[in-house]
């Protein structure tokens, strides 16, 4: 279910940074996004420019080994989860990432899907997928945090 939807084309590799450097300003703790779509959509492209509008200097790599990569910034701590490599859903609790979840966080879940009837339900969907050269981004909001932060985001 949606409370409201807009959809954008992203026709490079900065187009989809620019967007997430885009909503920085719009996001506001506790949340949680769940980010849709295949291996190589662009998932994690829209986390490092997330991050970097958020005045995050350092490095952003996917956390496909570590499972959560975290950067506790003054305005929230983001939590970056990568669940492509869960074998079962348990895994969420054998990893306690539950814990990770608290009210400074934006908690942003690729692969959430992996850890179904575990993970919190999100407050907005960010869905990538393929188009013959760049990417079509689908964003969804599913609460009214959510809604709100879509609506301020998607006016600029
Ligand atoms: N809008 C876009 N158009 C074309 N290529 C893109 C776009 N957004 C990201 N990419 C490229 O897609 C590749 C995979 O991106 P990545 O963020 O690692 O995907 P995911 O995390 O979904 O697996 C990267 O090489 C990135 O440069
Ligand atoms: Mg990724």
Known sequence: ??????????????ATAALGASWAPHICAPLVVYLAGDLGAGKTTFVRG???GSDYQGTVKSP?????????????????FDLYRFTSPEEWLDAGLDELFTPR??????????????APAA???????????????QL??????????LEAWIKN
């Open 1 to 14: 279910m949606s409370l409201l939807t807009h959809t954008i084309e992203l026709p490079d590799e900065a």
């Open 50 to 52: 997330l991050l970097r």
């Open 64 to 80: 496909t080994y570590t499972l959560v990569e975290s950067y506790p910034l003054e305005q929230a701590d983001f939590h970056h």
């Open 105 to 118: 966080s934006i908690c942003l879940i690729e692969w959430p899907q992996q850890a179904e009837g575990f």
């Open 123 to 137: 407050d907005l969907t960010v869905n990538l997928s393929h188009l013959k050269t760049g990417r079509l981004c």
């Open 140 to 149: 969804a909001a599913h609460t009214e945090h959510g809604k709100r932060s």
